[in-house]
């Protein structure tokens, strides 16, 4: 029988990023919680046992969305909801808007945040592909200072990031990209990506990028570098072919074997990339 009730933590609930990141440096085996849609569920199975809670919930003018010199910059406590709803992500970023509106269901989109699906970064989690395509910095806060990551080589494992103990994700800066999709085959019950692709195109250069495959999202950019104009369907589809080629590591489990995740690799990067085409 599995517990259904957290072990018992401490709970701060801060109201500034000062405050936030001195708790988190100072209450040992802290954590941060967000929308809490991803650390509640493994505390309350105890897969996750931390000491204490730092809740980000009232800290204000984290949850922005703004305009940042032609960019993104969006905040760490921006929901899902808010994200997809969004204006100005649906004009200069439209993959983001689109992978925001279908993670999970209603209620998740509505608790669950930007910075907390980054920082768990689930293998199956829709974003991490996404922000790695679109060449998006994450800013990191710590009592020690500040620092800005790129997106690639942010995600370094299954549920592992480059944050260090005591960093919070304050944001995301992400440039326009309006020649953008993302493709995701989800799971039938709670709308993870089984695999997901995501394509950018932007200053005459193509990312592609496969999630779900592995344990991190892929750059499989190599397999789309001769694209480029307005390639035809046959060349996209070529282009895709080789995804699958570039997908080591691929994982298997009771959803889907890794062979068949590596194949919808490659049939889910070319309907990314017809549709990013299509839209520049
Ligand atoms: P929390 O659960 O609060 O935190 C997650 C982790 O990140 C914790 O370790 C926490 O300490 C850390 N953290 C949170 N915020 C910060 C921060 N600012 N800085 C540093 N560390 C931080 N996701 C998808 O991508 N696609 C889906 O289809 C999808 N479907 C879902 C279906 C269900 C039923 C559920 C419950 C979840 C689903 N999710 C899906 C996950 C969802 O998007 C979560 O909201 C997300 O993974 C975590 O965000 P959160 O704000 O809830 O973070």
Redesign the pocket.
């Known amino acids: 029988m599995y517990p259904s009730r957290p072990a018992e933590f401490a709970y701060h609930r801060p109201t500034s990023v000062d405050e936030a990141v001195a708790l988190l440096a100072e209450v040992e085996d802290s954590?941060?919680?967000?929308?809490?849609?991803?650390?509640?569920?493994a505390m309350k199975l105890r897969l996750s046992m931390p000491a204490a809670l730092v809740d980000?919930g009232r800290i204000a003018g984290l949850d922005g969305i703004d305009d940042d010199g032609g960019a993104l910059r969006i905040g760490?406590l921006a929901r899902?909801a808010d994200v997809a709803a969004s204006p100005l992500v649906q004009r200069l970023c439209p993959a983001l808007a689109e992978t925001a509106a279908g993670?999970?269901?209603p209620q998740?989109r509505n608790?669950?945040?930007i910075?907390?699906?980054l920082?768990?970064a689930?293998p199956g989690?829709?974003?991490p592909t996404v922000v790695s395509a679109l060449g998006a910095t994450v800013t990191a806060v710590s009592a020690r200072g500040s620092r800005d990551l790129d997106a690639d080589g942010f995600f370094t494992g299954v549920f592992t990031t480059a944050?260090e103990p005591g960093?919070?994700?304050t944001s995301v800066r992400i440039p326009a990209t309006p020649a953008s999709a993302y493709a995701k085959h989800?799971h039938p019950a709670?709308?993870?990506?089984v695999a997901g692709a995501a394509a950018a195109v932007r200053d005459g250069a193509v990312r592609l990028v496969v999630g779900g495959v592995t344990g991190t999202p892929v750059d499989v950019s190599q397999a789309v570098a001769a694209l480029g104009g307005r390639p035809s369907a046959d060349e996209i589809a070529a282009a895709a072919a080789r995804v699958p080629e570039l997908l080591d590591g691929a994982l298997g489990d009771t959803y889907a074997s890794a062979e068949y995740r590596r194949h919808l690799g490659s049939v889910l990067a070319r309907r990314a990339l017809t549709q990013a085409f299509e839209r520049r």
């Open positions: 954590r941060p919680l967000a929308g809490g849609h991803s650390l509640l569920p980000l760490a899902h993670i999970g269901d998740v608790r669950g945040t910075g907390g699906s920082a768990h689930d989690a829709d974003y944050l960093e919070l994700l989800p709670s709308g993870y990506a």
